[in-house]
């Protein structure tokens, strides 16, 4: 071995000690926060978006899915840390989603419905779902119209990767405003039911004037 190469591997080494004891620090002032919040939920998934977006326009050299799928890893590591037995109820389809999520961290709760991960979500055993976000539109608005309180909360991942299908979280509150959000909202048509219908924007109080009067408020997310 070369002395620069050596010397190359030593300082890697250095850095990655230098990771490992930052990242430990970012883990304890996490729980900081979340004493500080007094019980809120650990889970924001809007300011977890907008930390995403800046940090990929801090770093044009790597690519915006490297980036998240390193950060993912850490904040879910985060989460379970402050959510102890975190159980999400997981959509069969949605699956391959909340493994990249959550990697190493999850413990999952398996349906083969959308009614059946609604049922489980804000139980003593889940406190969120996964369902696919490509799947049948109608069916999970015709689920969601039937359960009470529970919202699209976000979308994974954020960005595309070629090798997850999107699914759309769900919980029992909205997300904070990221900064570029869509609202998702149910809107009647036939008789088959409700479609899904997206608006660009944050309306968590009101419908917005190009969606139909009657329409539900689904959910949230940042993008």
């Not at 529970?150 to 900064?179: C, K, M, N």
Request: charged letters at 20%.
């Amino acid at each position: 071995m070369s002395d620069k190469l050596h010397k190359l591997r030593d300082a890697i080494d250095h850095i990655d000690a230098e990771i490992l004891q930052l990242i430990a620090k970012r883990m304890i002032l996490s729980d900081e926060v979340i004493a500080a919040k007094n019980g809120e939920a650990a889970f924001r998934p809007g300011r977890e978006a907008a930390l995403i977006r800046r940090l990929a326009g801090m770093d044009s050299s790597m690519s915006p899915a490297v980036l998240l799928g390193i950060w993912r890893q850490i904040m879910a590591a985060s989460l379970s840390r402050q959510n102890k037995d975190l159980t999400f109820a997981v959509h069969q389809s949605a699956l391959p989603a909340a493994i990249w999520h959550m990697g190493s961290a999850l413990t999952a709760r398996h349906c083969d419905d959308f009614d059946s991960v609604l049922a489980l979500i804000g139980s003593s055993h889940c406190r969120y779902g996964l369902v696919p976000a490509t799947h049948d539109g109608k069916a999970l608005a015709r689920a969601m119209s039937n359960a009470q309180n529970i919202y699209i909360t976000a979308r994974t991942p954020l960005f595309p990767i070629p090798t997850v299908t999107p699914a759309y979280i769900l919980a029992d509150y909205l997300p904070d405003e990221s900064g570029d959000d869509i609202s998702l909202f149910a809107v009647p048509a036939t008789d088959d039911g409700p479609q899904i219908v997206a608006v660009d924007g944050y309306f968590d109080d009101h419908i917005p004037a190009s969606c139909d009067p009657a329409a539900r408020l689904l959910g949230i997310y940042a993008r």
